[in-house]
């Protein structure tokens, strides 16, 4: 719906199916717009894992939790975790960089 009718219209006028138009003319912008929203959520989503061991779901906060009951290490395993999850929660926001901008190579008054 981001993408206007009227590319719809320009693209049956040049012949193009709706495979055509779909692939080359629709999708490449709606990719364009849709990724920032959707790259945020996965990096919330993310960010948010921590919530998991609330359902009894294993995960590396809760892990760190048990390995620091055995060595009795709370600030190192803490940090290590916090670590961790920086860590991927840059590597995505750096791939988010790098698809909108890849995306959006062709805009008028895009940085690429």
């Not at 916090?82 to 890849?102: G, I, W």
């Amino acid at each position: 719906m981001s993408v206007p009718q009227d590319q719809w219209d320009a693209a049956f006028t040049l012949n193009f199916t709706t495979k055509q138009t779909l692939m080359k003319i629709v999708l490449p912008q709606a990719v364009r717009i849709a990724l920032p929203p959707l790259s945020n959520s996965f990096i919330g989503l993310v960010k948010d894992t921590s919530l998991a061991s609330s359902i009894t779901i294993l995960e590396m906060f809760q892990v760190s939790q048990q390995i620091t009951a055995k060595n009795f290490q709370p600030l190192l395993m803490y940090s290590l975790a916090a670590f961790l999850y920086a860590v991927v929660c840059t590597l995505l926001t750096l791939l988010q960089h790098y698809l909108e901008r890849r995306t959006s190579k062709y805009v008028k008054g895009s940085e690429a």
